[in-house]
């Protein structure tokens, strides 16, 4: 388990507690979590599920892969700290990430 805090564009705090091997996408989905659509439900097919990871946590995150990359070009608005939350898996190393929503996906 690993607690999440997922923040909203208008500043709202959502911290939630994380199965280990689900996706960040997937904590903010069954938790409602609002500002996280997941249209393909998680199959790095969109870009609904866009977050903005804590530059803290950057390294533990792992690096986008090459379909996040394609697909982070549907979002808006995307920096060097965006990233799918569909393709990153929660582990006990993520307790305590916190990730940003923008003000709009996809």
């Not at 990359?69 to 808006?76: R, V």
């Not at 608005?77 to 990430?97: E, F, H, P, T, Y």
Request: net charge negative.
């Amino acid at each position: 388990m690993a607690k999440i805090t997922y923040i909203e564009h208008s500043g709202a705090e959502h911290v939630v507690d994380v199965e280990t091997g689900l996706t960040v996408m997937e904590g903010a989905i069954r938790n409602l979590v609002p500002g996280i659509d997941a249209d393909c439900g998680g199959a790095c097919a969109c870009a609904t599920c866009h977050v903005y990871v804590d530059p803290d946590w950057m390294d533990r995150t792992g690096p986008r892969q090459s379909m996040e990359e394609s697909m982070l070009d549907f979002a808006s608005d995307v920096r060097d700290n965006s990233r799918l939350s569909c393709q990153i898996k929660v582990s006990g190393a993520l307790d305590g990430l916190i990730v940003r929503l923008p003000e709009q996906q996809g």
